[in-house]
């Protein structure tokens, strides 16, 4: 019975998601659609923040160069429609990624944080003076009113992106390696694992999946500009989604971000202003560390901080497993 718990519990769920759509009206649809959309940034921060354990505070670059890629492609200078250009920013965040991360990722803790904020910073105030990106004027996209077709585009993305997460880190071995350098990089060396291609690889798969949200956000709102879809801010509210939801696991980004969220919108609704809105996210922080070590997703989960401790020990016995090659 305890098997089929679970699948019952996610038939459910599809079922109440799918079905949004008709019980909301609009307003309550577009923050649905937000939700999806900051689940979906938050497990893709959590691929390199959580099971590679490196804490990347420029995230926010690989957003704002997938919503840059759709705004400028589906401008009047090219005219592509927008699902052609969703590709063009995964690629292109994926290879920004990739060529950065060559130095980056040498670093460690608060050296490869502060790396990746300059970066992010150095990219905000690039997009500020090109003629490309509009400046500070920003660029518009083509409207297209339809709250359902982006309530399903962001679910559709969400959807990817945690069931591609779910394959690649819960049940293979790729994830196995990821959380064995994160845990302890040396003895994942002395495996045989080449950690500078697994770290890559993580940090490019991550970047990529943010940029598929940028591209879909930018033709949601219709109108971007560096600060809507670079600034820190945005890498700040992954980093505390994942704290709070529970960094390294599957499902606690989701719950993060489903509960900072929607407190956002609740103080915009009712007070006009999320100024207020910051000092949440400070006191999110402060009860994690101080009461919820493990998100909240640990208040679900019995054992789980025992797998991720054991990581290198199972790879160990996958790897040296017979007929298993390095």
Aim: charge should be positive; glycine fraction near 12%; aromatic fraction near 14%.
């Amino acid at each position: 019975m305890r098997g089929w718990f679970p699948i019952v519990l996610l038939v459910c769920g599809a079922a109440v998601v799918f079905a949004l759509p008709e019980l909301l009206n609009a307003y309550w649809l577009r923050i649905a659609t937000g939700v999806l959309m900051w689940a979906g940034l938050a497990c893709s921060w959590n691929i390199i923040g959580g099971y590679a354990g490196y804490i990347d505070f420029g995230h926010s670059v690989f957003f704002g160069i997938g919503a840059y890629a759709s705004a400028i492609l589906m401008g009047d200078a090219f005219g592509w429609p927008f699902a052609a250009t969703i590709p063009v920013g995964l690629l292109a965040a994926g290879g920004v990624a990739a060529v950065i991360g060559g130095p980056t990722l040498r670093l460690r803790g608060a050296y490869f944080a502060i790396a990746t904020w300059a970066f992010a910073e150095t990219l905000l105030q690039l997009a500020t003076v090109l003629e490309i990106t509009g400046g500070t004027a920003g660029l518009s996209l083509p409207p297209f009113l339809n709250e359902r077709f982006f309530y399903f585009a962001m679910l559709t993305a969400a959807a990817a992106t945690y069931a591609l997460t779910w394959l690649l880190f819960e049940r293979s071995r790729f994830g196995l390696k990821v959380k064995a350098l994160r845990d302890h990089e040396p003895a994942a060396e002395a495996m045989g694992i080449n950690t500078a291609a697994v770290k890559l690889q993580a940090f490019a798969l991550s970047a990529a999946t943010a940029a598929v949200f940028g591209s879909i956000y930018a033709y949601w709102v219709t109108f971007i500009n560096p600060r809507s879809t670079l600034g820190g801010d945005i890498t700040d509210q992954m980093v505390v989604m994942v704290l709070l939801g529970g960094l390294g696991s599957l499902w606690g980004p989701a719950l993060g971000a489903a509960a900072l969220f929607i407190v956002n919108r609740i103080f915009w609704m009712y007070w006009g202003d999320t100024t207020f809105y910051i000092a949440i996210l400070g006191l999110a922080i402060i009860v994690v560390v101080l009461f919820l070590p493990n998100g909240l997703a640990g208040l679900f989960a019995r054992k789980t901080q025992n797998g991720s401790q054991n990581a290198g020990r199972a790879l160990w016995r996958a790897l040296t497993r017979p007929g298993v090659e390095r």
